[in-house]
């Protein structure tokens, strides 16, 4: 018995044994990797001169919160919290981020943020030699930058494609963290074509690889050692990793390359329209079997969007045959065509599918895009069965809003009941409700009398924040 005892010990040992081994086989083995690539990435550090505004924490966008009683407290707002709002900083202030060369000739990629505002930008190598650099062009909107710097046969990457790029994959990325040269963080890709709520033009791809302050512009590999991406931003309560991290695409940084080496600056496409997501309520109200698109809350004047026949209450489907699942996939693709280009948007109008053609144009300058989109909120009969109660929208108030002469019922009072529930504050203006444009009290009255019990009906609302849908259910 004790034979047999021993024997099935010994057995168990070399189950776990053999079993270890075949799970160490299938981790990726990074080491290989690490000796081709970490040459061609490099540490940027940068200096401010005067007054500035301060950007050491690159990435994180709140500083760490520190006790009321720490002995730093005052000395951390001063030069963070303070810089942060345009006050004056110290003569220098110094900031440090993450690159990679991407021609033997010295050009550099990095992000925008790692270098904006700076009057000197030193690059310095794996072999720790530094060079001076030049920065080619800087775009805000994909936060890419492009460096050079005046030397020759240096190491560079090669270049990858994210496209095919699986959610659960492996990937590595090098940087400098806190100005620790050349540290290597791996992890997997957690999702694709993130929009964060700053970014339009990104749809980013999310990995949970440690990023911490100063990895930013470095890059990101996949396992065949090729860049897939540029890490530019995580999402942090404390500033530090939280396993949440953002990175550009290569095709999109790439893009922006060239067009930088090329012209300077960058040029993206535009449409012209403000969008939301279809909730499920929503897609109940349109009649939709489930959530998809993207809704058309404004079509701005004299846009692409607006000589193309697109309408308000429209719900953008597909652009040039790329299916939307939701409204963020929608901005990148209009940013990334080429102006002038026509494209063909699938819509969902009152029920009914068909098909427009948008001619894109040039993204204007961002105070002529907010000029057009720009709405003052309205200041602040019986009560219907939404719980709601409206009043007539002066002329004064219709031209401060932008509207036309008959156009929008204002919301006086807001009581409880669904309206309330689905989120319709006083002072917001009813323009459309189940695609019907709203141009008199009286009429609203009679659209809401005449609803039946249950029925979700889709409300646009003009709020301050701008034109947005919302889905109300009516009580039975």
Not at 66 to 73: A, V
Not at 87 to 116: A, W
Not at 185 to 197: D, E, H, W, Y
Request: proline share 6%; net charge negative.
């Amino acid at each position: 018995m004790r034979d047999k005892s021993k024997q099935i010990t010994v057995f168990l040992l070399c189950f776990l044994f053999l079993l270890g081994e075949a799970l160490a086989q299938g981790l990726p083995d990074f080491t290989q990797l690490v000796e081709q690539n970490a040459p061609a990435v490099v540490n940027i550090s940068t200096v401010s001169h005067g007054k500035q505004s301060f950007h050491q924490f690159h990435g994180p966008r709140n500083t760490p919160p520190l006790p009321e009683n720490n002995p730093f407290s005052d000395l951390f707002r001063r030069y963070f919290e303070e810089g942060r709002g345009g006050e004056m900083l110290p003569e220098e202030s110094e900031s440090l981020g993450s690159g990679f060369i991407i021609t033997p000739d010295g050009y550099v990629l990095t992000n925008h943020h790692v270098v904006e505002g700076a009057d000197e930008i030193i690059v310095r190598l794996n072999n720790r030699k530094s060079y001076e650099a030049k920065v080619i062009g800087s775009d805000k909107g994909s936060d890419i930058a492009l460096l050079k710097i005046d030397a020759e046969n240096l190491p560079a990457v090669q270049i990858g494609n994210s496209e095919n790029l699986k959610i659960g994959a492996w990937v590595l990325a090098i940087g400098s963290p806190f100005g620790f040269d050349a540290t290597v963080t791996a992890g997997i890709v957690s999702a694709k074509g993130r929009s964060l709520p700053s970014e339009n033009y990104v749809p980013y791809i999310q990995t949970d690889v440690a990023i911490n302050p100063g990895n930013s512009g470095g890059p990101l590999f996949n396992l065949q050692g090729k860049v897939i991406g540029v890490n530019s931003q995580i999402f942090s309560r404390s500033g530090g990793f939280m396993g949440l991290s953002f990175a550009v695409p290569i095709e999109l940084a790439m893009n922006v390359v060239e067009q930088l080496r090329k012209d300077g600056h960058v040029t993206r496409g535009y449409l012209g329209v403000l969008i939301q997501d279809v909730d499920r309520n929503l897609a109940e109200s349109f009649d939709m079997n489930r959530p998809r698109g993207a809704l058309v809350a404004r079509v701005l004047k004299d846009s692409p969007a607006e000589k193309g026949g697109l309408q308000v209450g429209d719900i953008i489907l597909a652009f040039n045959q790329q299916q939307l699942h939701d409204s963020s996939q929608l901005p990148p693709l209009v940013g990334a065509t080429a102006v002038g280009e026509e494209v063909e948007l699938k819509v969902l109008r009152n029920g009914v599918e068909s098909s427009l053609k948008v001619r894109v144009e040039k993204l204007p300058a961002e105070d002529d895009r907010q000029q057009s989109e720009k709405t003052k909120a309205p200041e602040a009969g019986e009560s219907n069965k939404l719980g709601l109660v409206f009043s007539e929208l002066t002329a004064e108030e219709r031209e401060q809003l932008g509207l036309s002469a008959a156009e929008g019922v204002r919301v006086k009072e807001v009581q409880e009941g669904p309206a309330a529930v689905a989120g319709v504050n006083p002072g917001d203006v009813v323009l459309m409700v189940d695609g019907k444009k709203i141009t008199a009290l009286s009429q609203l009255e009679k659209i809401i009398r005449e609803m039946p019990k249950g029925k979700t009906a889709a409300l646009l609302l003009l709020k301050p924040q701008g034109p947005v849908f919302i889905a109300i259910r009516v009580p039975k």
